[in-house]
C-alpha cells in the first residue's frame, strides 16, 4: 500500500510563488516517474511537468521557464516550485507516481488528493 500526501497549495497575487510538495509512504521499493498534473473548472487534466528518475525534467510549453520540478529520493519527495504565477495557473494540482512496491514487487500508478491553487489578478 503506498499513499500520496500533497501539500503547498494556496492563494497567491499574480507574479507570486507557491511550492507545492507530494511526499510517498508505504511499502516502496522504488520511484520511477514523478508528474504534476492540474485541472481548471470545466477543463480536462493536463501534465504540467515531470521528472524521471535520474532527474531528466519535461515541461508543458505554458510553464516552461515559470515552474520548477524537482524530487528527493531520500524522502520520496516530488516538489513543483511555481513562479511568476498567472491567473489562468488556477487550478487542482495532482501529483501523479509510478511506484514499485516491495509486497508484491509490483508497478502501479498512484495519484494524489489534490491541492488548490488559487491566483488572483
Known amino acids: 500500500q503506498v499513499q500520496l500526501v500533497e501539500s503547498g497549495g494556496g492563494l497567491v497575487q499574480a507574479g507570486g510563488s507557491l511550492r507545492l510538495s507530494c511526499a510517498a509512504s508505504g511499502s516502496i521499493f522504488s520511484i520511477n516517474s514523478m508528474n504534476w498534473y492540474r485541472q481548471a473548472p470545466g477543463k480536462q487534466r493536463e501534465l504540467v511537468a515531470s521528472?524521471?528518475?535520474?532527474?531528466?525534467?519535461n515541461y508543458a510549453d505554458f510553464v516552461q521557464g515559470r515552474f520548477t520540478i524537482s524530487r528527493d529520493n531520500a524522502k520520496n519527495t516530488v516538489y513543483l516550485q511555481m513562479n511568476s504565477l498567472k491567473p489562468e495557473d488556477t487550478a487542482v494540482y495532482y501529483c501523479?507516481?509510478?511506484?514499485?512496491?516491495?509486497?508484491?514487487?509490483?508497478?502501479?500508478?498512484?495519484w494524489g488528493q489534490g491541492t488548490q491553487v488559487t491566483v488572483s489578478s
Open positions: 501523479h507516481l509510478w511506484v514499485i512496491a516491495t509486497t508484491p514487487t509490483t508497478l502501479r500508478d498512484y
Open positions: 521528472i524521471g528518475s535520474g532527474g531528466s525534467t
